[in-house]
Structures are given as C-alpha cells and as structure tokens.
Antibody, heavy 115, light 107 residues
Framework: EVQLVESGGGLVQPGRSLKLSCAAS????????MAWVRQAPTKGLEWVAS????????YYRDSVKGRFTISRDNAKNTLYLQIDSLRSEDTATYYC????????WGQGTLVTVSS | DIQMTQSPASLSASLGETISIECRAS??????LAWYQQKSGKSPQLLIY???RLQDGVPSRFSGSGSGTQYSLKISGMQPEDEGDYFC?????????FGAGTKLELK
C-alpha cells in the first residue's frame, strides 16, 4: 500500500525557515517523480515544486523560486522541502504527491506563518 | 503560465443524476489533464489521468473526455459519497496549474 507521511509543519514567524519531510513507503520510491502541492485555508490547490527521480532536475513555481528547495534522499525514501524567508502567503497545508499525475497524496502538514 | 478555467464553481445534483464538470485550458495541453476529488478535511484523490484514463479503484461511473483545450469529467449517476470538491490539473507544462474547483453537493 502506498503511504506518504508528511511532517515538519508548524507555526513560524515571517522570515524564518522550516524544513518539511515526506516519508514514502509501499512503492519503489526512486523510480518516481515527486512533488509538493499546497492548499491555503479554504482555497484551491497550488503546485509548488517537483523533482526528478534522481534529484538532478527540480522545478518551482515562480513565487517560491529562490526561497524553497525541493530535494530527495532515495536511500531513505524521503522527500524534503526546505522553506526559507517564509511569508504570510505561504500559510497552507503542504502535501507531498507521487508521480507526474499526483496519483497518491499524503495527509498534509500545516504551515502557519504569523508573528 | 497555462490558465485552467473550471466550471461550474458549484453544482447541486440529485441522486442518480448525471453531471459534468468542464475545464478549459488557455492553450493546447495535449491530454495532459487529471481530475481529483477532495472530500472535506481530506487529501485529494486522483480520479482520471491522461484526460480519460480511470485510476485504479475509482468507480466506473466516473469518466473523462476531451482534447486540445477542452476537457470534462462526467459522473454517471450521482451517489452520496460523490459530494466534495473537484479539481482539474494540467500537467503539460510547468508550472502545473489547477482549476479553481467545483463544489458538488447532493440535492
């Protein structure tokens, strides 16, 4: 059974940093593109970043370029999202998702940016 | 960026009714389109990918169609468990973009 479990969210002040993790199991993690998608409270879905199977290629939405870094550890079956210079508009539930079709999603981890 | 215009924003359907949700892309996305259902407080679930391919485990009353810039999701026979929000996604180009969503309720 595919499982994706996010962690690392919380309440953080503007300008601070946070690192999200997503532990994957139930599939051959290293064979799949992975992504982060976020959803602000009561809002729609927004793609954040994607990473290739080996981690050599990364893609970001413009509003997070230079502040967010997606990475993966295929030995640990774990996906990461380093978030720097947090802004209030980054407040959202962050989901990790499997493959180019986002076929499976984790339960999400809530990031709240507030002073 | 490719804009995804989804309609309607909300929909109320009777038990057994057939409904359709549309997504229009601002340019050709070559069938790189997926549909998701999100129930209240839950994570989204993939229903359809590549415009018309049914994800494993999804009931056959869900179907997708379309090409080019116009796509639709059909539910053939509304069931109570189909209530929720529905989103389309284009995976043709980065940034991947979602439609704004359709809230489906049982009348």
């Amino acid at each position: 059974e595919v499982q994706l479990v996010e962690s690392g969210g919380g309440l953080v002040q503007p300008g601070r940093s946070l690192k999200l993790s997503c532990a994957a199991s139930g599939f051959t993690y290293s064979n799949y593109v992975m992504a982060w998608v976020r959803q602000a409270p009561t809002k729609g879905l927004e793609w954040v970043a994607s990473i290739s199977t080996g981690g050599g290629n990364t893609y970001y939405r413009d509003s997070v370029k230079g502040r967010f870094t997606i990475s993966r550890d295929n030995a640990k079956n774990t996906l990461y999202l380093q978030i720097d210079s947090l802004r209030s508009e980054d407040t959202a539930t962050y989901y990790c998702a499997k493959d180019i079709w986002f076929a499976y999603w984790g339960q999400g981890t809530l990031v709240t940016v507030s002073s | 960026d490719i804009q995804m215009t989804q309609s309607p924003a909300s929909l109320s359907a009777s038990l057994g009714e057939t409904i359709s949700i549309e997504c229009r892309a601002s340019e050709d996305i070559y069938s790189n389109l997926a549909w998701y259902q999100q129930k209240s407080g839950k994570s989204p679930q993939l229903l359809i990918y590549a415009a018309n391919r049914l994800q494993d485990g999804v009931p056959s009353r869900f179907s997708g169609s379309g090409s080019g810039t116009q796509y639709s999701l059909k539910i053939s026979g509304m069931q109570p468990e189909d209530e929720g929000d529905y989103f389309c996604l284009q995976g043709s180009k980065f940034p991947n973009t979602f439609g704004a969503g359709t809230k489906l309720e049982l009348k």
